[in-house]
């Protein structure tokens, strides 16, 4: 089925419960529908359906900026070279299926996190989260 | 220029190793090449006709010796002893192996260079006026802004997955010589009403199958404001530029189909969210920018031997008239190098060549050397004094072709001799042309005329632009070139428009002949230049010249 990364460990679904008061929703959703269904909701689940698809970012981080501080998950196809910029994001973790786990163990998931900080957007502005909230 | 410092490097390193991972996985099956196509385009590698080809970063064209000579020397250890400089102000090289690639980039890292985000649907190499920091007419140099960019759009967690690739300039003089209103993002840095600095911010500017002139998104933006208005602009893209079709993609596409007004409405609602929560980069920070572009030390010269020279060499002074720009320095010169020799591939340089350059500009030129878009090398600090020692030293490694601006100053994509995408041979007509007016000694008698040729509808010639463009397409498998008049690429950018049905290989070099006959037939005298004559008169006379038959029926 799936497997959640987080921090760069790999941890099986049951073990990373989340609220029920949770919404999944495409990467290409309308941000003024995306705000009205955000009331009472601590947990957004992003589908990521593609590794060129770049608008998961973007929500996560108008999530962000609009003060939400609740969990968002990526959720799909996401590859280990892609994690830091999920988190940095403003992400807190991912889920991917078992097949990309298989192809992409979790070593190279704890690489791709090593040099996490050493970045030049969190230099330059703070306005870009360098780690969602935990 | 700017160098290093210990995070900049750290960077780098970590980078290399990072694609040197992602090679090794492509080739252990952990990813498919699917998977691994956006991670080796965001390094710059492209996989195309013969060969892999990778493109290096040249941030705002700026080189120096070290640099250049170890672009010479992965040139001769890991492809065929050439390097292409490009229309972007990178350089190209066209046959590195797969295995290979994550030691050029060691190398590359070795002198501060790299081949980050030169290609792939992310914010691509910011490209600013390759005279900058020496130009004459120059307000400020647009350099520091260039390198700001750089920092905040490389690896930006955010933009590395666009809907399509990003490109921006940066002009500090009126003339603009970035062509600002053909890039994603264009910046013309401006001063308000109160003598303060900010930009003019152009949008959705582009060339390509469908060219449209960018259009003012705002008169005047802060400089304090400008790396939380770019963040506004590209989440505004990212989240809304069309990912259903590659070809209707750029941001272009979504001001035209939105609407300018509406765009600028979500850019300037989404700006003021992200205000509330951003901090400025540190004093410090930009101030240690800023540092790395000061004017070096021009020292007073003497320009009497110059002039002396000038009067007794007509090759030279040749030299001066057309390679030789005014400095802010009036002792010194801007030096153009050619890289158009009569009959040779446009912007493609040798590492001998390019070591020769080095030593150039190591001993007389600044350590300074510039790429400019129009594939040519600049020298922008060289004091009048040592220009005919340049000038000798060029010649040896014939590099001192007195063509920039001319006709045979072409602009060329690599077209079909190398290119995938290509429709039609672009170099062969570049060659044949600059070869057939060197030949009739018209050159200096023809004088101002930016000619530029594209392979195919994608233009990376830049043909619509050209004072003369030239679109090389395929008919009935047969190669058929189209003739676009009165482009331009400064600040009163217009899209050429288009003459006719195209010609064949065959009948386009008397074609253009007929062309430049009709113009210098024209003109008022020897002063008028093409496109001055076209903007008198318009395309009549010279469709007529063209399509002489046509008009003879139609009468």
Redesign the interface.
């Given at each position: 089925m799936s497997i959640i990364v987080k921090n760069g460990r790999f941890v099986p679904t049951g073990e990373v419960p989340l609220s029920k008061r949770q919404i999944t929703i495409a990467s290409d959703i309308d941000?003024s529908e995306l705000l009205r269904q955000l009331d009472g909701i601590s947990t957004v689940i992003i589908k990521i359906s593609s590794?060129?698809?770049?608008?998961g970012?973007?929500?996560a981080?108008?999530l962000r900026?609009?003060g939400f501080n609740g969990h968002l998950r990526a959720s799909g196809y996401v590859?280990a070279?892609?994690y830091?910029?999920?988190?940095?994001?403003g992400f807190n973790d991912v889920e991917i299926p078992d097949n990309l786990a298989a192809?992409?163990?979790e070593a190279?998931w704890l690489?791709a996190v090593q040099?996490i900080e050493?970045?030049?957007?969190s230099?330059?502005?703070?306005?870009?989260p360098s780690i969602g909230a935990a | 220029m700017y160098i290093y410092n210990e995070f900049d490097e750290a960077f780098v390193r970590n980078r290399v190793e990072q694609f040197r991972g992602q090679v090794g996985k492509r080739i252990d099956g952990s990813l498919t090449e699917d998977e691994f196509k956006p991670l080796r385009l965001m390094n710059g590698l492209y996989l195309q006709l013969h060969a892999y080809m990778l493109r290096v970063a040249i941030p705002y064209g700026s080189l120096d010796a070290t640099k250049l000579r170890q672009l010479a020397m992965i040139a001769d250890r890991w492809d065929k002893g050439y390097g292409h400089f490009t229309t972007r102000q990178n350089i190209q090289f066209n046959w590195p192996k797969l295995q290979d690639v994550p030691d050029i980039l060691s190398a590359l890292a070795d002198v501060g260079m790299h081949a980050i985000q030169t290609s792939g649907n992310t914010i691509r190499n910011v490209t600013a006026d390759h005279f900058a920091g020496a130009a004459a007419d120059e307000i400020e140099d647009p350099r520091p802004i260039a390198e700001l960019i750089r920092q905040w759009s490389t690896d930006h967690p955010e933009f590395q997955a666009l809907p399509r690739k990003f490109k921006v300039a940066v002009t500090g003089s009126m003339n603009d010589r970035a062509v600002t209103k053909a890039h994603d993002i264009g910046l013309r840095m401006v001063r308000n009403s109160a003598g303060e600095p900010g930009f003019e911010v152009i949008i959705g500017g582009g060339l390509g199958r469908s060219p449209f002139v960018g259009k003012v998104l705002r008169d005047f933006l802060p400089n304090s404001d400008l790396l939380p208005y770019l963040e506004a602009i590209l989440h505004v893209y990212n989240l809304s530029g069309r990912r259903d079709n590659k070809y209707k993609a750029r941001i272009k596409f979504l001001v035209h189909e939105a609407g300018l007004d509406r765009i600028r409405k979500r850019i300037e609602k989404t700006f003021e969210l992200m205000i509330v929560s951003y901090s400025s980069p540190s004093e410090d920070l930009v101030e240690g920018i800023r540092r790395y572009f000061k004017t070096p030390d021009l020292t007073i010269r003497n320009t009497s031997q110059y002039l002396k020279y000038a009067a007794s060499n007509p090759a030279f002074l040749s030299f001066t008239e057309t390679n030789v720009s005014d400095h802010k320095n009036a002792n010194y010169g801007i030096v153009s190098i050619s890289l158009k020799p009569i009959g040779g591939t446009p912007g493609d340089v040798t590492s001998d060549q390019m070591r020769l350059v080095a030593d150039v500009a190591e001993r007389y030129g600044h350590n300074e050397i510039r790429a400019s878009h129009e594939q040519n090398l600049i020298l922008p600090h060289v004091a009048k004094a040592d220009i005919p020692a340049v000038y000798q030293m060029l010649k040896t490694g014939g590099l001192a072709t007195a063509n920039i601006g001319l006709i045979s100053d072409i602009i060329a994509c690599p077209g079909m001799d190398y290119c995938a995408l290509a429709t039609a041979r672009s170099i062969p007509i570049a060659q044949e042309i600059s070869c057939r007016f060197d030949e009739l000694k018209m050159e200096h008698e023809i004088g101002p005329l930016k000619l530029k040729i594209s392979g195919c509808i994608n233009a990376c010639g830049h043909h619509h632009v050209g004072h003369i463009g030239i679109l090389g397409l395929d008919r009935a498998g047969a190669e058929n070139y189209q003739i676009t008049l009165g482009g331009d690429s400064t600040e009163t950018m217009t899209l050429g428009e288009r003459t006719g049905p195209g010609f064949s290989a065959e009948e386009l070099l008397p074609k253009l002949e007929q062309l430049i006959h009709s113009y210098l037939d024209l003109r008022i005298d020897e002063t008028e230049t093409f496109i001055e004559v076209y903007r008198r008169l318009g395309i009549a006379p010279f469709k007529q010249a063209l399509y002489p038959d046509h008009q003879k029926k139609a009468a």
């Open positions: 941000l590794p060129t698809d770049g608008r970012n973007s929500v981080r108008f900026l609009q590859l070279d892609q830091p910029l999920v988190l940095r994001s192809r992409q163990p190279q690489n040099h050493h970045n030049y957007q230099r330059l502005i703070s306005a870009v | -």
